[in-house]
């Protein structure tokens, strides 16, 4: 099965900052990678699909980006409403499998 | 839109039989999901069903005790789970992931 290693666990930021967060997959998983943002409470909402391919109706502030093993997300301009956990999942075969998560906060 | 139904509080070694149901989409034209979240918060990928049912795949932490299955004609999605354990206790999501249900919660105590 292909592990995917998520970092950071958490982070704090302020409006306004470029946050990025990484995934690393144990093997290569070609582009089969998406990026979901989970607010408490909330189903994981969808940002970033095949890596870098922004889901419909997704500000334009988050993008994806990597192949093959290491993959990273970034948050261009961290806004108040960004407050939430974000996590990878690797869509390249079953078994999939989700990153450990990252808490984001606004400092 | 995907809503489950179904959780609740069960004893372990007992049965529970969760439901989705979809609307405003083409249920029958896509493979489907169910994936938990446990209360330390992580998510874990569970089951799959293709869009025919032909395929049926699932983690191996519920191999053997789960079933998925799927009535196109009525555009719902089910999991039977079977031999419940603690470890079992989550928030049941189903999703084409893309698309996410609310989750429906299943707590397995004593």
């Known amino acids: 099965d292909i592990q995917m290693t998520q970092s950071p666990s958490s982070l704090s930021a302020s409006v306004g900052d470029r946050v990025t967060i990484t995934c690393q997959a144990s093997?290569?998983?070609?582009?089969?990678l998406n990026w979901y943002q989970q607010k408490p409470g909330k189903a994981p909402k969808l940002l970033i699909y095949d890596a870098s391919s922004l889901h419909i109706g997704v500000p334009s502030r988050f993008s994806g980006s990597g192949s093959g093993t290491h993959f990273t997300f970034t948050i261009s301009s961290l806004q108040p409403e960004d407050t939430a956990t974000y996590f990878c999942?690797?869509?390249?075969?079953?078994?999939?499998?989700f990153g450990q998560g990252t808490t984001l906060q606004i400092k | 839109q995907l809503v489950e139904s179904g959780g609740g509080v069960v004893q372990p070694g007992t049965s529970l039989r969760l439901s989705c149901s979809a609307s405003g989409f083409p249920f029958s034209n896509y493979g489907m999901h169910w994936v938990r979240q446990a209360p330390r918060g992580g998510l874990e990928w569970v089951s799959f069903?293709?869009?025919?049912?032909?395929?049926?795949r699932y983690a191996d932490s519920v191999k053997d005790r789960f079933t998925i299955s799927r009535d196109n004609s009525k555009s719902s999605l089910f999991l039977d789970m079977n031999s419940l354990r603690a470890e079992d206790t989550a928030v049941y999501f189903c999703a084409d992931l893309s698309r996410w249900g609310q989750g429906t919660l299943v707590t397995v105590s004593s």
């Open positions: 069903i293709s869009f025919d049912g032909s395929e049926r």
């Open positions: 999942l690797h869509t390249d075969d079953l078994p999939y499998t």
């Open positions: 093997h290569d998983i070609s582009n089969f």
